[in-house]
């Protein structure tokens, strides 16, 4: 087996079976799970090449989708916490995260 390395978490995707229906998840759910919130990510039931553009692709309609998910704001944190460089996370690129950042500080 080739052994890669992309910007996607290897354990992106939510295990179909524990998805559920999105909007139904209990918060206490799976609180252990830094990744418990994908649940209910809109990309994941989208083209996820859209949040991985190629360098100068457009963000617009990643962006889009984000505005209208509602875990939005537990994505945006997740990526911040953990360093994500390489998509869109939360409605924002790697550009706009790295503002955010050094604005926190
Ligand atoms: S905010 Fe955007 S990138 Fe994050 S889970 Fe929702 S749709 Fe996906």
Redesign the pocket.
């Known amino acids: 087996m080739t052994a890669y390395r992309s910007g996607v978490p290897d354990n992106w995707f939510v295990d179909p079976v524990h998805l559920g229906v999105p909007g139904v998840r209990k918060p206490s759910e799976d609180d252990d799970n830094a990744l418990a919130?994908?649940t209910?990510?809109?990309?994941?039931q989208?083209d996820p090449e859209a949040?991985f553009p190629e360098k100068g692709g457009s963000t617009r309609d990643?962006k889009r989708?984000?505005s209208t998910?509602?875990?939005?704001s537990e994505?945006?944190e997740y990526a911040l916490q953990n360093d994500e460089r390489f998509?869109?996370?939360?409605?924002l690129s790697e550009r706009e995260r790295r503002k955010l950042k050094r604005r926190a500080v």
Do not use: E, K, M, S
């Open positions: 919130w994908q209910d990510a809109l990309c994941a989208t949040f990643a989708i984000c998910c509602d875990v939005r994505c945006l998509g869109i996370w939360g409605g």
